[in-house]
């Protein structure tokens, strides 16, 4: 399978603990998205990384929220001290630079308790 | 700053009717615009795009779109709804500095009765 993987497909944890999910892109793909839908909304923007750099974080990424794209390959998004709030599906996607598509994975679901 | 507005929650059809579910823009340059579909337990497909080039988009499983500036309109239509396009579908546009960032609308649920 060769495209966008996340993991893992569901979390469930209490509050104040922290969390971390991967995304692993399309291979070469050099631009990774990640966004943040919740129930009955669309897919929000969080934040963006082409290559290594985070290129630009959304004002809903709070100090809580942090995201790695080491290498350039897979990314990973941690959220510190989870609320209720956090509870929501966390998309991945990737796309080549240039690109007019881009690429989603499953979605890691978050539920904070 | 772009944005979308789809303008029906939820529309109900029978199979074998046709579809529309109506999304407007807003955006101070040139969209680009995007509807992508996503099934329960699936991701975020994409449907079809309009990148300036034809005003009428052909998309995946027979769907299209018509970008119309003068209505800052970019309705999706199917001719013929069939059970498996009961989805949630959203319209998108991209943000004007970097096409590849989306801007979501709220979504519209179709469901198709038999």
């Known amino acids: 399978d060769t495209g966008v993987s996340q993991d893992p497909r569901h979390k469930i944890t209490k509050r104040g603990q922290n969390v971390t999910f991967r995304c692993d892109p399309i291979s070469e793909h050099n631009r990774l998205y990640w966004y943040r839908q919740t129930l009955g909304q669309g897919p929000e923007f969080l934040t963006y990384f082409q290559n290594e750099a985070q290129l630009e974080k959304s004002r809903l990424l709070s100090d809580r929220f942090s995201a790695e794209r080491p290498k350039g390959s897979f990314s990973t998004l941690e959220i510190q001290r989870t609320e209720q709030g956090d509870s929501a599906m966390y998309l991945c996607a990737s796309s080549p630079i240039g690109g007019t598509e881009a690429f989603f994975g499953q979605g890691t679901r978050l539920t904070v308790v | 700053a772009q944005s979308v507005t789809q303008l029906d929650s939820h529309v109900s059809v029978s199979e074998g009717t046709p579809v529309l579910l109506r999304c407007n823009y807003s955006?101070?340059?040139?969209?680009?615009l995007f509807w992508y579909v996503q099934h329960p337990n699936k991701g975020l497909q994409l449907l079809l795009k309009?990148?300036?080039?034809?005003?009428l988009v052909k998309g995946i499983n027979g769907f299209e779109a018509e970008f119309k500036k003068s209505e800052t309109s970019f309705h999706l239509t199917k001719p013929s709804a069939h059970m498996s396009d009961a989805a949630e579908y959203f319209c998108?546009?991209?943000?004007?500095?970097?096409?590849?960032?989306?801007?979501f609308g709220t979504g519209t649920r179709l469901q198709v009765f038999p």
């Open positions: 955006s101070s340059y040139s969209p680009s």
């Open positions: 998108v546009v991209s943000a004007w500095y970097n096409t590849d960032k989306l801007i």
């Open positions: 309009y990148t300036s080039a034809a005003t």
